[in-house]
């Protein structure tokens, strides 16, 4: 499985941003999709998953109500929408896949990983 991220870029504090991760090598359908972050100098955390079919999703606690994960399996792509953006949401987003739907927040330990795509908030 080949996962491709972008969307990532520079926004001011309280701004948006949309993440894309786009899946190809496995039936993207059988896949639940994780959004994973590491901030400089600190350990990658969880952000936010989805089921294969999009039924289930969880978040960490540091971005629900603002951040959205949605999937789209007709495009092969996971999204993911971030409003009110904060200082502390700096990271490199890192999009990942895995058969298993998990909502084990510290086990990142997912089979398949995608580049990263920095996400820059400024005050």
């Known amino acids: ?9 520079l926004v001011q504090t309280g701004g948006s941003l ?5 899946g190809s090598g496995r039936i993207f359908d ?3 999709m994780y959004w ?6 600190k350990e990658r955390e969880f952000v936010a998953g989805i089921s294969w079919i999009g039924h289930m999703t969880s978040y960490a606690d ?7 994960i949605s999937k789209d399996n007709t495009k092969n792509t996971v ?3 971030m409003n009110d953006l904060k200082s502390g949401d700096t990271a490199i987003y890192y999009c990942a896949a895995d058969i298993n739907y998990s909502t084990d927040q510290h086990h990142l330990a997912y ?3 995608g580049q990263g795509t920095l996400v820059t908030v400024s005050s």
Request: some cysteine.
């Open 111 to 113: 089979k398949y990983w």
């Open 18 to 22: 949309r993440l894309f991760c786009t």
């Open 36 to 41: 994973v972050r590491q901030a400089p100098g």
């Open 79 to 81: 999204y993911l929408q």
């Open 62 to 68: 540091s971005v629900k109500g603002r951040f959205t």
């Open 30 to 32: 059988d896949l639940s």
């Open 1 to 9: 499985v080949q996962l491709q991220a972008s969307g990532g870029g």
